[in-house]
């Protein structure tokens, strides 16, 4: 069974830090690419960034290029997202999810390539004063 679990939310001032996590009890999650996505109240799931199995390509998308970083370490069977200077914006349910193949940036605009049953249950991040 292929679910993922992220952790890691709460609530952070704008300009704060925050650091999520993602693993899986039931698989060993270097096997796959994994994409985190999030979906802001009243808005649809998008795409935020991705990481290969192998840790050595990822991608985001602009509005977080150079904020947040992406990250996995295999051996504990977990992926990060280390997200800072971070705005009222970036409010959102965050999710992590594994792909069919390996990391493109296509995968997290257009939502493509995903297993869809892998996807966890979110973590709440909110970025308020």
């Known amino acids: 069974h292929l679910q993922l679990v992220e952790s890691g939310g709460g609530l952070v001032q704008p300009g704060g830090s925050l650091t999520l996590s993602c693993s899986a009890s039931e698989f060993t999650l270097n096997d796959y690419a994994i994409g985190w996505f999030r979906q802001a109240p009243g808005k649809e799931r998008e795409g935020v960034s991705c990481i290969s199995n192998s840790g050595d390509s990822t991608n985001y998308v602009d509005s977080v290029k150079g904020r947040f970083t992406i990250s996995r370490d295999n051996a504990k069977n977990t992926v990060y997202l280390q997200m800072s200077s971070l705005k009222p914006e970036d409010t959102a349910i965050y999710y992590c999810?594994?792909?069919?193949?390996?990391?493109?940036?296509?995968?997290?605009?257009?939502?493509?390539?995903?297993?869809?049953?892998?996807w966890g249950q979110g973590t709440q991040v909110t970025v308020s004063a």
């Open positions: 999810v594994a792909l069919k193949l390996t990391c493109h940036r296509t995968n997290i605009l257009y939502s493509v390539g995903l297993i869809a049953d892998s």
